[in-house]
């Protein structure tokens, strides 16, 4: 695939690339993010508080990647006093980034040159070669225990496993529906599920077999960001172009929930007890109960949100908001949920994943 941008229709421009007393449940969600910055040593980066908020710094201390599609690199950020450590090269156009869940490396899809690049979170540098898959890969996600990556491929209507230990594809490409767009794999590692933009479906793969199994679930139009429950049970689905969530129960859909305009990205707490919808021509963020599956409040952004993440704590919501070049910090802890902080000058970032937890200075970096 060539490195040319690709233009997308009306109804797709919130994901274009240049583009969330009853039981608990708990899920592993996928996010994915990017951002340009100029390379070299870290950047300061412009603050703004709301009024009505405090601004209060990510508690977690972690680091998190964030992909910077027009750059064609990786910027890592401490979240705890936001600013931009390192700069990281990689391929053309990348769309997405998911790390190991010992965030000993990240994984990044090059939609421009149909590979995955490998960054070692120790010494953020590329490790290897970048690893060769379908054309035009966008979402991936990493099993539970670390030992599978799967990655959609959008213009070759595959899926790719790779196994991490060495970072080789696992046998053919496994078929799905037209342009798969994002993956979640449960927290059983056994099934992983896939939205197809182009057939309004979600296909759910064996991962032992890895292949397909039973028949694509219908969903609305232009699914893209999906969520799985760990105990298999609940899946969120975004269908960006209608507007609307798809929540599916024992591989039915059991309810469909009214978001933003343009859903895109997809998301949980780590308890799993709360979701969030990021809604880029709206430019909101939709926050959803999994104890009821019932929208509790949208909130604010930038312009353009799509990726997003949440720290290991649980206790901050990070948002990439691409056409106004920020990140958005909302406290997902307060009921009101406000967002807290705003890091400017963040070009075009896309998504973000959590990377290593690092040791925090006690005054921010000058």
Not at 118 to 138: A, C, F, L, R, Y
Not at 142 to 169: C, M, Q, W
Not at 277 to 291: E, F, G, L, P, R
Request: glycine residues 10%; aromatic residues 4%.
């Amino acid at each position: 695939m060539s490195g040319i941008a690709k233009t997308r229709p009306p109804e797709q421009r919130g994901g274009n690339r240049g583009r969330k007393g009853t039981t608990k449940r708990r899920h592993v969600g996928a996010c994915v993010a990017g951002l340009a910055v100029l390379a070299g040593a870290a950047l300061p980066l412009a603050m703004t508080t709301p009024a009505s908020a405090a601004s209060a710094p990510d508690p977690s201390g972690d680091m998190a990647y964030v992909v910077n599609h027009d750059a064609d690199t990786v910027s890592v950020i401490n979240t705890w006093y936001p600013s931009i450590t390192d700069t990281i090269k990689v391929g053309q156009q990348p769309e997405n980034v998911a790390t190991l869940p010992d965030h000993s490396r990240a994984y990044v899809t090059n939609s421009g040159d149909g590979t995955v690049s490998v960054i070692d979170t120790g010494t953020n540098k590329v490790i290897g070669k970048p690893i060769e898959v379908g054309s035009d890969p966008e979402g991936l996600a990493v099993s539970p225990d670390g030992s599978r990556l799967y990655v959609a491929n959008h213009g070759a209507n595959t899926i790719s496993a790779i196994n991490t230990a060495t970072d080789k594809v696992i046998g053919k490409p496994i078929k799905v529906g037209s342009e798969p767009y994002s993956v979640a794999v449960a927290q059983t590692g056994d099934l992983a599920y896939v939205t197809n933009y182009g057939s309004n479906s979600v296909s759910v793969i064996d991962t032992q077999a890895n292949k397909v199994i039973g028949k694509p679930i219908k969903v609305g139009q232009g699914p893209r960001g999906v969520a799985a429950s760990p105990d298999l049970n609940r899946v969120y689905v975004t269908n960006s172009a209608a507007g609307t969530v798809s929540v599916i129960d024992n591989g039915k859909v059991t309810a469909t929930l009214t978001a933003g305009a343009s859903p895109q990205a997809v998301t949980t707490t780590p308890d799993g007890n709360l979701v969030f919808v990021a809604n880029a021509n709206s430019q909101n963020v939709t926050v959803i109960s999994d104890d009821n599956a019932e929208v509790i409040k949208n909130v604010d952004v930038g312009k353009e949100p799509q990726g997003m993440t949440v720290n290991p704590a649980g206790s901050r919501l990070w948002v990439a908001n691409k056409e106004s070049n920020s990140l958005s910090e909302i406290d997902v802890t307060s009921a009101n949920f406000p967002v807290v902080q705003t890091m400017k000058n963040v070009p075009s970032p896309t998504g973000m994943a959590m990377g290593p937890f690092q040791d925090t200075p006690d005054t921010p970096p000058s």
